[in-house]
């Protein structure tokens, strides 16, 4: 077994299901005997709250500001979580890392180059799988739970001026979300995940492109 800790990342936008496979994915390598942690976006000590409970006015703050708290937020995280877990052999599981914030302020115009400098400290991650669905899947999946209401302008991409409605920009904005990531996946090798089948054909699909990176980290599971 290899005592090197690994970096995990599951990619794509708001509501495709990173959070849930995530959790899968980690009660899987907990169940091979592997220590594991999950991490994301604004969950640091020191920024993590103030992003969340700040969420509408943050995102009324130009992108440069906005890339700047995002940075520091996992700045922090890295220093005091995920590196020190990395170093004891742990496998951190990132639910979104620097991409998400590199597509949603690019996209808004901001200077990619320059996003791209604020995390050129941190590692490359072991292993990246984005998770993607078309717009109107997302759209539907909203309203099933029920969370529809719960749109703020920013996740529609209204702030962006795509159409008077919130659902219509909604879906304009999960279309640039959607070739930005199939872009980079394009251009890193990504492996690109499709949510449409059901949960645990997905979790399956992301544990056949992950294992290679772990498997020697796995211990076997005795019936």
């Known amino acids: ?38 991490v994301g976006l604004a ?10 409970t700040s969420n509408s006015g943050i995102h009324n703050l130009n992108w440069r500001t906005r890339a700047l708290l995002y940075a520091t937020d996992l700045y922090d995280q890295y220093i005091h979580d995920i590196q ?47 998770l ?4 109107r899947r997302l759209l539907n999946r909203m309203m099933y739970n029920d969370s529809l209401t719960k749109l703020n302008h920013y996740e529609a991409g209204a702030d962006m001026a795509l159409s008077p409605s919130i659902t219509r920009s909604f879906l304009q ?23 449409r089948h059901a949960v645990s054909e997905v979790h399956n699909s992301v544990w056949n492109h992950i294992k290679p990176f772990v498997s020697d980290m796995l211990q076997t599971i005795r019936e």
């Open 1 to 38: 077994m290899s005592s090197e800790g690994k970096l995990i990342v599951i990619e794509g936008p708001d509501h495709v299901g990173r959070s849930m496979h995530a959790r899968l994915l980690s009660e899987r390598l907990e169940a091979h005997g592997v220590a594991v942690k999950v």
């Open 43 to 52: 969950r640091s000590s020191l920024l993590g709250e103030i992003i969340k």
């Open 84 to 130: 020190p877990l990395l170093d004891a052999g742990f496998v951190v599981i990132a639910d979104r890392f620097t991409l998400t914030p590199l597509i949603r302020e690019s996209i808004r115009g901001g200077d990619s180059d320059w996003i791209r400098t604020l995390y050129n400290k941190l590692p490359e991650p072991t292993a990246t799988v984005i």
């Open 132 to 135: 993607q669905a078309g717009g």
């Open 173 to 195: 904005y999960q279309k640039l979300l959607r070739e930005a990531f199939m872009l980079h996946a394009e251009e890193k090798n990504y492996p690109i995940v499709h949510t």
